[in-house]
């Protein structure tokens, strides 16, 4: 059974925020998303949209937290978290983040996003065009860069899939180039879709 068999049979063939039942698709959880179903999550088309993008969230569609906050799986609550973080100001969220309880792992997993933090606190990766990066963004290296403790060089041109920034340092993320997970710095990459 593949792992959106596995999250329609535990969801029950429904979004695990909104319990909406069509346009359903198996979401990876960032950044340390598995792939696997305990690091990703069956969600519909509108959440999806919104969790990606917060220029489009609309705060009466997220009402729906109020039941999913109780999830007992990471991967839900992780996003509940986020998503209640990002919406404080309207009032509601607030007391339903004071009434959720997340172990420290998964509060950790919630808060890698940066999404609790007031805007004046966070800190923001940008590429060498200026473009914001975020936790599971791809991107290009723009020159040739020495793998530090290796004779490994990456060529400009490589792609970096899936990268991980780095919460205390606006200049460094993390990805793999071939086997090697490497610290990169910001202005030698360029985003790629």
Do not use: F
């Amino acid at each position: 059974m593949d792992v959106a068999e596995q999250l329609k049979d535990r969801s029950g063939g429904i979004c695990e925020l909104c319990t909406a039942s069509t346009d359903l698709k198996v979401y990876e959880v960032p950044p340390k998303s598995t792939g696997g179903v305990d690091g990703s999550m069956l969600i519909c088309e509108t959440c999806s949209g919104q969790v990606a993008d917060a220029e489009t969230m609309d705060a009466n569609h997220w009402r729906c937290l109020n039941d999913s906050m109780w999830s007992e799986h990471d991967a839900v609550k992780a996003v509940v978290w986020r998503m209640l973080s990002r919406l404080k100001g309207e009032g509601w969220p607030k007391d339903l983040l004071e009434m959720m309880y997340l172990d420290d792992a998964t509060l950790e997993w919630a808060k890698a996003t940066g999404e609790g933090e007031d805007e004046s606190e966070r800190i923001i990766h940008r590429d060498v065009n200026g473009v914001i990066l975020q936790n599971g963004d791809n991107v290009v290296l723009i020159k040739d860069l020495k793998i530090k403790g290796s004779s490994q060089i990456a060529k400009q041109g490589t792609a970096v899939r899936r990268i991980s920034v780095d919460r205390e340092n606006a200049e460094y993320i993390e990805g793999k180039v071939g086997p090697t997970l490497t610290v990169i710095i910001t202005k030698y990459v360029k985003k790629t879709s």
